[in-house]
């Protein structure tokens, strides 16, 4: 704190002006950086909530920028005010909060008794003269009351504690915060309303960097991972104003116990060569072991898009370790031991195994679940899962199908923020030969969750059977991007096959479809395509080579399968139904002459 009577002067009646003690100006740029200030100065105590100041100075805008831009302009502030030996502003995780005492401001100086009929203090200028800030309804009505209250010759101070903090009355004083105990959670008993499920919780992320002008870059990340993982519906994430209450510097076994958190999600900020890397740890609580190290490289001159596309790439990656996680550890445990969230996780390592044998014991699994709750939303969603999967393998009748778009149905009514229960919708309806309808969906689906890569890559099967397959590229390799070791990689390779096939890239598509067979030897539908691919560029005896691997790996294979592909055009079934008709008619060809050389010879 500056020497004793020596303080800053902050005028809001008139023109704004911040002086130092010494007299020289602070000059503050920015229109919402004055109005930041003006809103701490006048607040109880200099405080209030990031939120409220959010709502307030950047209310018309998105979520996520409206905190991208608190962030920054604090960031900018507290460049300017605290370059002293004791901080003036002081920004903790969710309350910021003025030095009042470092501090004459004129507009909350008592008032004189001499003051003219109009109210008191007007003699002096009006409050925040000329300062206006376009489209900010809620700034405007804070302004108007101040202005209000001034003239009447009332305090002209708001009144956070009534508008932020419960209050016991009009005379009320400011309501008594109580300290955080030391153990929110006893983690011998699941969490309260996780219903058994392990949860995550986001601690901040640290600021290597050595500039203070970065905080919000480490601290908006921290924020934007919480935001996106929370639209994963199947894992519970602690809520910032929780998470953000531990310090960086406390033990992890201790947040976990005092949020009641299986995972624990932290990471630092560092410079690097061309801009920053951030390194994300996911660490399990329970055990001590670190899940997920990942790092991520940052431009300097980063647009938001370019951090909105790291961002899904981390959360994506993070919903695959922990669901593997969660999987190897409920199959581990004797199934007469299983609760509803275990007895799902054990069908999801079922399913995951790709046998009808699996499949089968993944749908009793479920069925157990939902007899146990039937309004479980996960149940429901990997009920709705295990049926596509049992169709799409056998590929079963059209009742089948109708019933898969009812269940998915349930699924949406059962949760309406999960966007895999929309994509599951789209799915169906795709099978259906609607793909105006999927497309819909599946995009719901995507803006619920813009990290689910499946439901990109539904939408790449979309187009492609709508005949767009140069409109499939592009979701397909975002897919590919999100989620590249996913068991069910080799789908996304099957499809980008296709649609390079049917847009006559036979090279492209044979490399593609390649990549499929590798990632599932039985996948029939990357050796059609491959075989296609083959035919129509000339290599008709290699393509009959491929049907004998498909024939060893899938004995029962005809070409009738292809009927099943829901082509919206009927002459794509034709064509890949000639290829390998073509592949068959070689292989009999040269399969029936005699080994000493042509027939008749």
Not at 101 to 124: E, M, T, V, W
Not at 244 to 263: C, D, N, P, Q, R
Not at 431 to 447: C, E, G, M, V
Not at 558 to 573: G, N, Q
């Amino acid at each position: 704190m500056p020497r004793s009577g020596a303080r800053y002067t902050l005028n809001l009646l008139g023109a704004f002006r911040l002086l130092k003690p010494g007299g020289e100006r602070v000059e503050i740029s920015s229109k919402k950086g004055v109005a930041l200030v003006a809103l701490l100065a006048m607040a109880n105590e200099g405080e209030h909530t990031r939120g409220w100041l959010q709502d307030k100075l950047w209310g018309s805008r998105e979520q996520t920028q409206a905190r991208a831009s608190v962030r920054r302009e604090l960031s900018n502030l507290r460049k300017l005010l605290n370059g002293g030996a004791s901080p003036l502003l002081v920004c903790e995780h969710d309350r910021v909060r003025l030095d009042l005492k470092q501090f004459r401001i004129d507009a909350r100086a008592p008032q004189s008794a001499g003051s003219n009929s109009n109210g008191a203090g007007l003699d002096r200028g009006e409050f925040l003269e000329g300062l206006d800030l376009a489209g900010e309804d809620e700034f405007e009505e804070w302004l108007r009351e101040q202005r209000a209250a001034l003239r009447e010759g009332r305090p002209a101070r708001d009144q956070r504690a009534r508008r932020e903090t419960p209050s016991s009355g009009a005379g009320a004083a400011t309501a008594k915060i109580e300290p955080t105990p030391a153990r929110l959670i006893d983690l011998s008993q699941p969490a309260p309303g996780f219903s058994g499920r392990p949860a995550l919780a986001v601690v901040p992320f640290l600021n290597m960097t050595g500039e203070t002008e970065n905080d919000y870059l480490s601290e908006g990340i921290s924020e934007d991972l919480i935001d996106r993982l929370s639209k994963l519906r199947w894992l519970p994430v602690i809520a910032r104003s929780s998470s953000f209450s531990f310090g960086v510097s406390e033990e992890e076994k201790a947040i976990s116990e005092g949020l009641g958190a299986k995972y624990l999600l932290g990471g630092r900020l560092r410079r690097a060569a061309d801009g920053f890397t951030v390194t994300a740890n996911l660490t399990d609580a329970e055990t001590g072991y670190v899940v997920l190290s990942q790092k991520l490289e940052l431009p300097s001159r980063h647009t938001q898009d370019v951090l909105e596309q790291l961002m899904a790439n981390l959360v994506a990656a993070l919903d695959a370790r922990i669901d593997h996680a969660e999987q190897a550890q409920a199959h581990a445990k004797p199934q007469s031991d299983l609760n509803v969230n275990e007895l799902i996780w054990r069908g999801r390592w079922h399913l995951n195994r790709f046998t009808r044998e699996d499949a089968r014991l993944a749908r009793e699994l479920f069925a157990e679940a939902l007899a146990q709750e039937p309004g479980s939303p996960e149940a429901l969603i990997q009920a709705t899962f295990s049926l596509a999967w049992t169709i799409w393998a056998q590929r079963n009748s059209e009742r089948q199908v109708l019933e898969l778009r009812r269940l998915a149905q349930r699924a949406m009514n059962a949760d309406p923020d999960d966007g895999r229960g929309y994509m599951l919708a789209g799915v169906a309806e795709l099978w259906l030969r609607h793909p105006d309808r999927a497309k819909i969906l599946i995009h719901q689906a995507i803006s619920l969750n813009p990290s689910l890569a499946l439901a990109h890559a539904e939408l790449g099967s979309a187009y492609i059977f709508d005949d767009e397959p140069a409109l499939a590229l592009d979701p397909l390799a975002t897919a590919l991007r999100l989620s590249p070791n996913d068991q069910q990689v080799f789908y996304i390779l099957g499809e980008l096959a296709m649609s390079y096939s049917m847009l006559g890239q036979w090279r492209r598509a044979i490399d593609y479809a390649d990549q499929a067979v590798i990632q599932r030897a039985a996948y029939w539908y990357g050796y059609v395509v491959k075989i296609n691919a083959l035919v129509r560029s000339g290599a008709a005896a290699e393509a009959a080579a491929v049907l004998g691997e498909l024939l060893a790996v899938k004995a029962d294979f005809t070409a009738d399968y292809i009927d099943w592909i829901p082509f919206r055009h009927e002459r794509w079934t034709s064509h890949f139904k000639e290829g390998v008709a073509a592949a068959v008619g070689y292989r009999r060809e040269h399969a029936e002459k005699p080994a000493g050389g042509p027939a008749g010879a």
